[in-house]
């Protein structure tokens, strides 16, 4: 057998899982073959100073199982290896069951950091915006300042932010103006007007965004049973949300921009 082949062996050789005419025939060329030698023994130091050397991490309970369910292969697998014994194992077989779990586990942490950190910009804020307004009809912190006047509310939103809103009362379309709160969006303090539109509640979230481009910036979505409709004018950001439909919604924004 020529020391090609014998090298393939070597792995398997160092690690018992040859059959036994193999493993005889390796032995042999072990004995005539310096070179084949001396790879064995480096093999056979580097898996030990391995051993000796590498920090051990636990795997926690929860990610063997998550790794289990993903290579549902590797049970069968196992299993029939153990009723061969004398299955000729080649070298790289191994590494590629380990692959499977290695990349299985890389698998599992790449889906868990792409939805922390590649949420695309709009998703990450409408997912606020989606936050505030629902806390607010949680707790019945709809309002700080109660008032369909705009010369009232635009005055108290001004003397708590470094900027001024556009506030305009749209009651005669059909969404009067209930009042404004504060709230804490994309790192900083926004003004949210309240808005009704029959029995429904429309938070109007604003804040200065030099970075926003009128025209690229018209965005709808809806999560969780709620309609978000995002535009963008002169520097300012708008997000409006409500449970009312899309095309409501649509209209709403319609008459703010015109009315401004
Ligand atoms: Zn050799």
Sequence with gaps: MDCR????L????????????SAITVKRHLQVCGECSRTLDARSSMSSSIKRRATYYP??????????TQVPHAAAYRADKTRQPRFRLPAWSRWFQLGGAVAAAVVVTTIA????????????IAEQVLSGHSRSLLTSHQIDVASSDQHTVKPWLSSKLDFSPTVTDLTTSGF????GRLDYV?????????????QHVIDLFIWPDEAVSDASRTRVFSKRGLNL?????AGMTYWAVSDINTADLEAFAEHYASAR
């Excluded at 082949?5 to 393939?8: A, G, L, P, S, T």
């Excluded at 070597?10 to 005419?21: G, M, T």
């Excluded at 950091?113 to 990450?124: F, G, I």
């Excluded at 994309?186 to 029959?198: E, F, I, K, T, W």
């Design 5 to 8: 082949r014998i090298e393939k």
């Design 10 to 21: 070597l792995d398997s050789y160092l690690d018992r899982e040859l059959d036994r005419d």
């Design 59 to 68: 795997a926690p309970a929860e990610l063997a199982n998550r790794i289990r």
């Design 113 to 124: 950091t792409m939805q922390l950190t590649s949420m695309p910009e709009d998703q990450r």
């Design 176 to 179: 009067p103006l209930r009042g």
């Design 186 to 198: 994309d790192n900083r303090p926004v003004a949210v007007l309240v808005y009704g539109h029959r």
């Design 229 to 233: 409709r995002h535009w963008a004018v």
